[in-house]
Every structure is written in C-alpha cells, then in structure tokens.
C-alpha cells in the first residue's frame, strides 16, 4: 500500500514570490495603476514591432532588387560584366554592402522594449497577488452561488450584458485556478475547475500548455481525497484511455480498486456514508451560511409590520444652525439596532478629493489583533486601507465636522479617517467594531476608550454584491454612493451591542470605495450618547 501510495502523489512545481509584496490585488484602485503600467508596455512592444517591420523592410527591398538584378546578371555573366559599372558595383557590394546588411540583420530592435519591461517588471504582482486573485474568484463562487460555467464566460450578475465586453477564461486559466485550489488542499474547487478545464478541451479549445492527460490526474486525486472513490476511479480509467503508459495512473487504477473491493464489504449501513470532506475544511466562521445567504439579499429579517415603522425625514440634530435651513436627508435602515442612513451628505467633488489622497498612500488593512492589541493583516479582511488626518486638507477637516454636527458626538477624540477600497473578492468577514470584554486592552494604545459609535460613507456603486451585512439581525445595507450609514456599537451603560456585528460582503463586480469614522466614548456628554439610544426604544425589537 505504501508504494500504492507513492505513485498516487502528485508533485507540483515550487511557488516562488519576491520579497517585495504590494498585495495589488486587495484593492482595486491600485490595480488600475497596473492597467496603465500594462497599456504603456503595449505602446512600448508596439514601437518595437514597427522598428523590427522597418527592419525587415529595408532588408526586403534590398533582396528584391538583387533578386531582379541576379536574374538578369545569371542569364549571360559574362556580357553582364563586361559593363564596368556592373563590375565595380559587384565588388562594392560584395566588399561593403552585404557587410552593412548584415550589421543590419544583426542590430537588435529590442532594447527599448526590453529595457523598459525590465524596469516595469519590478512594480509587476507577484505569485502571492495571482494566489490571492484565483482564491478570491473562489470566494465568489461560493458566496455567490456561481457555476464555474457562469464565471468562465463571465456572464456574472451586474456585469455587461454585450457578449464583447464580457472577459472570459482559457481551459488554462480554469487549469490555473484548479491548481491554486490544490495547492491548497482545497479539493472541492480543485475538482470544480479541472472539470471545468476538461469541459472546454472537449467542446473544442485548444491549450499549448495543457492536456486531458494532465487534467485527469488532478482530477483522480481530489475526487478521491473526497471520498469517492468510483469517480476516482472511472477519471483514472479514462486517463488511461489516453496515456496507457502513465505510471501513477497504473498504481492508482490498482489502489483505488483494491480500496473499492474493500469499501464493498462493509455492511448495507455503512455504505452510503463517504468519507466527504468538509466544504470549508479550515473555516472558523460559525455564521458563514447566514453571510454568505445575506450577502446575496437572502434571508433578510424584517416583518412588513416593522418595516412599515422605518421612515425618511429630513433631519438637522435639534435644530443645529448649520442643518436648520437646509436638513439632510436621513432615511431608517433598521429598528434594532438602530441603523440610519444619510443621503447626499458627501459631494463628488469632495469624495474624489478622498481618494486622491488615499490612493498613493493605500496599504493592506489592518484589524485589531485581540492577543497582542496590536493592529496586523487578516486572510479574511481583503481590501487596502489608508487614514487622514483632518490637518491634511480642507475637506477632511470638513467631513469630520459634518460627522459631528450631524451626529451630536465630538470627533476631536475620534479616529483618524480610514479610507478602504476593496480588491478582487474584496470584503471583511463579520467582526465587531467595539473592544468586547474578553480583550480589555483593544484601544489601550489610543486612550479614547472604546468605540461608541461608527460612521460608513459609502463613496462609490457597486454594481453587484459588496453590502454591508448585520449577521445578528439579519439586516443587509447597499452601497450607495454619497450616502452615509450611522449607528452605536455600545449601549448608554458602556457595555456593547452584540446585534452590531457586521460584515462586509465580497465585491462580485464593481469597484467598492468607503470611508469610515470610529467615534470613541472619551469626550462624549451622557445626553448625546442616549439621544439616539433613546430613540431606538420606540421601535419593537420584535414582532
């Protein structure tokens, strides 16, 4: 068995990555740097093509001419050179001009284009960034509920509905993904996209770089780390059909069906339970189903009779002077917790400023880590993230005092404001905002207490997926750019409000930007903490 065993391992090559790593794909902003790094290399290997064309050009030319004047020279060689002309440009170009056209042939075009690949080559994404974008698509399709069929033709909802528009994927790209997920130990998606991959190469799409033969091998061996064994079994047999030579698929085809007789002496009970492995081997997330239904608009709490006690107003905080001739707009997303959004709060003009700032300054968010009180990078927060400061620019100081005018909550004690834009899949895996009990040291470094309140302006459409979900609650939020969504995260004793959790879904298409203010207890008065607590009391939590 143990040698069964060896013929059944399948090696893959090492993954190498640089040292310098930019996480490009944890942001879309970014990215789009790289599109225009990419439409300069184009522009560069184009002048190349012309100057090899102009190249050839010249050298076509010139072998055209000879071409004529060699057949005319053959046909009497003699009378040809009798001409003096004819024999001294003979021995002209014999001695000089095939010299030249040889330094010619020999001159090499592509300096240029090479070195200016060379030097674009180091702010390129490395293998961590192609890992991180083929896991992503990954998360879609579960979040989602996508076919691999639907995301290789890239009909995916909120994309462009005109078939030259839509991007799709090679058998080698699906091959690709199929290899990340191995790679990974991820056997689910290992097998949903080399079936994916086999599917193209049978309906007719060529690869230079990939076979059935290949394919198949990858395909026995996750299906079988699945607990099936009989389709281990029959993709083996075929893989054979095409390579009878293949020595792990020789081992594998006697392994497999020894393990089969075997698994068929066992009792009528036991054979139905396979020994399938978990969709989510390494998952820590109890809620994900919840999520992940909510994330898609399924599953959302909430009576007619409750929705029907949420309202839109204009509002301007107790006659606040600078609110009572023109109130915002203030709309209620939720009764419980108390959820409200403000529309138009933020113009284009200010929200581009924003990101005009953010942008070169955009790094991997962080979250809280609860051991350490330290912030650091988590798997599941994909986005990249940077902070302003009000002292920056006019418009900063401004959304902060508009936070506070409209709020009632003073900022001065306030974190900075953080500017996320989310990358490929991006999203942020359901958290609290507040410092819970168990990690007393989470904002120990600031001072300010713990968050009591947290502002989301949403600064950008997203044209599918990417919305703010309530786990507890079963309440979902939609991006809408120039829109503001506010609630409190503790209670006006201090202690937090668990029905907060919250999470950010991943984006399917579109390119999410927010920014967020966390308002801390320090510098509060009691009346304002309550004011909107107060409030909240006057909707029924339940029905």
């Given at each position: 068995m143990a040698?069964?065993?060896?013929?059944f391992c399948v090696l893959l090559p090492c993954v190498t990555s640089s040292s310098a790593h930019s996480d490009f794909f944890t942001s879309i902003g970014q990215m789009t740097d790289l599109l225009f790094t990419e439409k300069d290399l184009v522009t560069s290997l184009k002048d190349y093509i012309r100057a090899e064309e102009t190249k050839l050009e010249q050298i076509r030319r010139w072998a055209d001419k000879l071409d004529v004047l060699a057949a005319a020279a053959t046909q009497d060689p003699e009378s040809f050179l009798g001409h003096p002309v004819n024999a001294f440009k003979l021995m002209k170009r014999l001695n000089t001009e095939w010299g030249e056209l040889e330094?010619?042939?020999?001159?090499?075009?592509?300096?240029?284009?090479?070195?200016?690949?060379?030097?674009q080559r180091q702010h390129f994404p490395n293998d961590d960034d192609q890992t991180g974008a083929a896991k992503a698509l990954m998360r879609l399709q579960d979040t989602y509920q996508?076919?691999?069929d639907t995301i290789s033709t890239g009909q995916l909802p909120g994309s462009s509905s005109m078939a030259s528009l839509r991007p799709t994927m090679t058998v080698d790209d699906c091959f690709d993904l199929g290899k990340v997920a191995y790679s990974e130990a991820d056997y689910y998606h290992t097998e949903l996209w080399m079936v994916q991959a086999l599917k193209q190469l049978d309906q007719g799409e060529t690869s230079n770089t990939v076979d059935a033969v290949t394919i198949l091998d990858y395909l026995s061996y996750s299906v079988y780390q699945q607990g099936e064994l009989e389709r281990a079994l029959d993709f083996t047999r075929r893989l054979l059909e095409l390579d009878g030579t293949h020595q792990r698929a020789n081992g594998n085809l006697k392994y497999f069906e020894y393990q089969l007789a075997k698994q068929k002496k066992v009792e009528v009970g036991e054979k139905g339970e396979g020994r399938q492995m978990p969709r989510?081997?390494?998952d820590y997330l109890p809620e994900r189903r919840k999520y992940e239904q909510l994330c898609r608009g399924e599953g959302v709490k909430m009576t007619p009779r409750r929705q029907s006690r949420l309202f839109c107003r204009y509002y301007d905080n107790n006659r606040h002077p600078r609110y009572m001739i023109g109130p915002v707009k203030q709309e209620d997303e939720?009764?419980?917790p108390r959820i409200v959004r403000y529309h138009d709060i933020v113009s284009d003009k200010e929200m581009e400023k924003v990101k005009e700032l953010a942008k070169p300054r955009l790094r991997r968010a962080t979250v809280h880590d609860p051991q350490t009180g330290k912030l650091t990078t988590a798997h599941y927060r994909v986005s990249k993230s940077a902070w302003l400061g009000a002292y920056e620019h006019p418009v900063i100081d401004k959304i902060n005092q508009r936070i506070e005018d409209i709020t009632g909550l003073d900022v001065s004690t306030a974190e900075d404001l953080q500017v996320a834009n989310y990358g490929v899949g991006g999203q942020y895996e359901p958290h609290?905002?507040?410092?819970r009990k168990d990690e007393p040291d989470a904002f120990e470094e600031l001072g300010t207490g713990n968050r009591i309140a947290t502002w989301l302006l949403y600064m950008s459409d997203v044209q599918s997926g990417g919305a703010t979900v309530f786990t507890d609650v079963r309440a979902a939020v939609w991006p809408k750019k120039g829109t503001a969504v506010f609630w409190y995260n503790l209670f006006p004793s201090g202690d937090g409000d668990y029905r907060t959790r919250h999470a950010a879904c991943p984006v399917l298409v579109g390119n999410k930007w927010v920014s967020n203010k966390w308002i801390h207890e320090r510098g509060q008065e009691f009346r304002r903490r309550c004011?909107?607590?107060?409030?909240?009391?006057s909707f029924s939590s339940v029905d």
């Open positions: 040698a069964s065993w060896l013929f330094n010619l042939v020999l001159t090499d075009m592509s300096d240029g284009f090479i070195s200016n690949l060379t030097i996508l076919d691999t989510h081997p390494d939720w009764d419980s609290f905002d507040f410092g004011s909107l607590q107060e409030t909240t009391e």
